[in-house]
């Protein structure tokens, strides 16, 4: 993940003064000025927050915390003044890019509080009530014994390794009942926001978050629409092998048509699959190697991994990291001290301090995780040059596709190229590779969907408080083909249960990003000329892939995505059917086993 960084500045003299002195209409170099300004604090503001941030991560006390919270609320509200602000230069005739960090300000905010002071100070307590009431959530199977009482990490274990039907249904079903608490909190959240949101000039919160996608918001709904279209067909596939494997498991809990059970797929909301991996391996799937292995027996230090990915971007052309970055980056899991271990990518100063945080253990995932990681970094250090309010992806779903792009090209060819595999195995071992992948990855795609599917309705007003459950389930039956393990009325609030929705963090992006991982890879796997089948092609050593990727990465976000996009791929639209190339010989081997059994729900 990247760090997660509002970039923006409390609005210190120049900004405020900036054209709004006089009352005389603002000119052209008060926009210049303004915009000046913003650029200044934003980046000055940006590297407080990372900076405390990163103290905060690695040395977690009360006073740390503070801290960064403190240096994250300035900017969280430097960042809704300026998204106010640059309203007033919406009539002045400024050059093209100007207008672009104009437009960026005002589509920037997830949340928009209203100008009524006792409403803003309202919606601000229901939103944090909201957050804590998920942070502090737990699940007690047993009131008389508190220290039963299950946290979400608890909750994932199980999901992650049970196998027992009843326990399962035990340990999905405590977990929603955190959420119920929300509800009434949620609908008013809601209609705040959309009061905030239309104060600025969007239809409600929904339609503020689409905006910034460089289209119409609706046109956006369209094409989310369309991309979906295109590998629904290869998750019905998914989905009808693995309920098979979940029939043979369970028996009749898992109709062989029809949805499944939403708590039997090892994940509490059902959107990663991989860990029923064992239940629906196909049979003499070896991949005939194990990575994981090799680095054990090698003892291959932590350093060197990360030496080794690094060797994969200045292989493609990239200038090697700087001093700092190995100075100052977190590999190991400190023995003194608690540290927040998921791993992130972070750009400190904006220019050349990057790091990587992350506590690194000997194994196939985290080499994989060090690529993906890097892949930020690099994308940082691209953009570096840019005003600082294009200092990002091209939209959101970029920055993450990036390093799971990078992440696709470590493969058997590639271990053997810098010498850590003898030899790469024959392709016909690829699809238990493939199969776990797609558990992963394309069991994702209708999940990452229907989050926002399900808030853009609620923001719009189509879905009112009393059917906000109902509306929940209906989606999650209509894109995921999954049904919940028991009733769920109107008296409970599942979307509550997953993270995203009381902390209020847009999910589209995510969506958007596993789909065009896909879409990069196959670019620039063809760039670099690969002949083998895609999902065995590797960009390491392609110059050509390099430069390709550079451009776009600096671009940052001067540009709308889609020319971004083009640069990359040649195309200025989003493309779902570099998953189905990449799948290909998983979606040959399911149809063979599906020959003759039902498909779909
Ligand atoms: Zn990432």
């Given at each position: 993940m990247k760090r997660a960084l509002v970039l923006a500045a409390a609005c210190v003299a120049i900004v405020r003064c900036a054209g709004s002195g006089s009352g005389a209409p603002p000119t052209p170099a008060d926009a210049k000025a303004f915009l000046d300004g913003v650029n200044d604090t934003m980046k000055r503001l940006g590297i407080e927050q990372s900076r405390a941030g990163w103290v905060q991560q690695n040395f977690i006390t009360d006073d740390t915390e503070a801290l960064a919270a403190r240096a994250s609320q300035l900017a969280i509200d430097a960042a809704a003044r300026f998204a106010k602000d640059a309203?007033?230069?919406?009539?002045v005739d400024v050059p093209t890019d100007q207008r672009r960090q104009l437009n960026l300000l005002k589509v920037g905010l997830v949340m928009a509080t209203p100008s009524d002071p006792k409403e803003s100070e309202e919606l601000t307590k229901t939103m944090a009530r909201l957050e804590s009431a998920y942070g502090k959530g737990k699940w007690c199977p047993n009131a008389a014994t508190p220290d039963s009482c299950k946290t979400i990490d608890d909750v994932t274990k199980i999901m992650a390794t049970s196998r027992n039907e009843k326990e399962l249904r035990a340990a999905w079903e405590g977990w929603h009942?955190?959420?119920?608490?929300m509800r009434k909190d949620y609908q008013r959240f809601v209609e705040l926001s959309n009061k905030g949101a239309r104060e600025l000039g969007f239809a409600d919160t929904g339609a503020m978050w689409r905006s910034r996608y460089d289209m119409p918001p609706d046109a956006f709904t369209k094409e989310l629409d369309r991309l979906w279209d295109q590998v629904r067909p290869l998750y019905v596939k998914l989905h009808a092998y693995v309920r098979l494997k979940l029939h043979e498991k369970y028996g009749e809990t898992v109709p062989v048509t029809g949805p499944i059970p939403a708590h039997l797929l090892g994940n509490i909301w059902a959107q990663?699959?991989?860990?029923?991996y064992p239940l629906a391996a196909p049979p003499r799937a070896d991949a005939g190697f194990s990575l994981t292995d090799i680095l054990e027996k090698r003892k291959m230090p932590a350093l060197d991994m990360v030496r080794a990915g690094e060797r994969f971007y200045t292989s493609l052309g990239f200038a090697p990291l700087p001093k700092t970055f190995f100075e100052r980056s977190l590999f190991l899991r400190p023995k003194d001290r608690d540290v927040v271990c998921h791993a992130s990518a972070w750009d400190i100063d904006l220019l050349e301090d990057i790091r990587i945080k992350m506590c690194i253990e000997r194994t196939a995932e985290d080499f994989t995780t060090i690529h993906h990681e890097l892949g930020h970094n690099f994308y940082q250090r691209a953009y570096k040059d840019l005003p600082v309010v294009f200092r990002d992806a091209a939209n959101d779903g970029f920055h993450e596709a990036i390093g799971d792009t990078i992440a696709l090209s470590v493969t058997p060819e590639y271990l053997v190229r810098i010498g850590l595999l003898d030899k790469a195995p024959d392709t016909s071992r690829d699809i238990g590779l493939l199969m776990k992948r797609a558990l992963e990855k394309i069991a994702f795609l209708p999940f990452g969907l229907l989050i926002d599917q399900w808030r853009w309705k609620v923001f719009a007003g189509d879905v009112a408080p009393a059917a906000y459950n109902k509306a929940w389930w209906d989606l999650r039956l209509k894109y995921q083909g999954v049904a919940p393990p028991s009733p769920r009325g109107e008296?409970?609030?599942?979307?509550?249960?997953?993270?995203h929705v009381p902390d209020n963090t847009p999910y589209t992006r995510y969506f958007l990003a596993a789909i065009l991982q896909f879409q990069f890879h196959r670019a620039l796997s063809k760039t670099a000329g690969c002949t083998l089948p895609l999902n065995r092609c590797s960009t390491y050593e392609s110059r050509a892939a390099g430069e390709r990727l550079n451009k776009m990465l600096s671009m940052g976000q001067s540009r709308p995505w889609p020319e971004a996009l083009e640069v990359l791929t040649g195309s200025k639209q989003m493309d779902a059917t570099a998953i189905l190339d990449y799948f290909a010989p998983l979606e040959k081997w399911l149809d063979a086993q599906l020959a003759g059994k039902a498909v779909g729900w």
């Open positions: 309203v007033r230069f919406d009539k009942t955190i959420a119920p608490p990663d699959w991989s860990n029923i008296e409970l609030f599942d979307p509550g249960a997953k993270y």
